[in-house]
Nanobody, 117 residues
Framework: QVQLVESGGGLVQAGGSLRLSCAAS????MGWFRQAPGKEREFVAS????????YYTDSVKGRFTISRDNAKNTLYLQMSSLEPEDTAIYYC??????????????WGQGTQVTVSS
């Protein structure tokens, strides 16, 4: 079974930055999703197997950057200019690059990001 472990979440003031990491046991195309209380899980960003293609949801484009270190099987999400609306549990997922949660085969446990105003 593929295991994914997120880290890097925390509390930050609006306008601040955080970098999330996801350590993976195998090399896959991967993505980030987030879920706020009472809301559906939302696609954030994804990256291809080789790292040459990236995709972002409109609300984070220009503020977030997804990247990967293939030698370490580690996925990153650099988040800047954070807004209270970014507050959610962020999940690492593996096996696809689409914005459909059901297309992904593996999920991490999530890391909490809280942005205060």
């Amino acid at each position: 079974q593929v295991q994914l472990v997120e880290s890097g979440g925390g509390l930050v003031q609006a306008g601040g930055s955080l970098r999330l990491s996801c350590a993976a046991s195998e090399h896959y195309a991967m993505g980030w999703f987030r879920q706020a209380p009472g809301k559906e899980r939302e696609f954030v960003a994804s990256i291809s197997w080789g790292g040459g293609s990236t995709y972002y949801t409109d609300s984070v484009k220009g503020r977030f950057t997804i990247s990967r270190d293939n030698a370490k099987n580690t996925l990153y999400l650099q988040m800047s200019s954070l807004e209270p609306e970014d507050t959610a549990i962020y999940y690492c997922a593996a096996g696809a690059t689409t914005r459909i949660p059901g297309h992904y085969s593996y999920w991490g446990q999530g890391t909490q990001v809280t942005v205060s105003s």
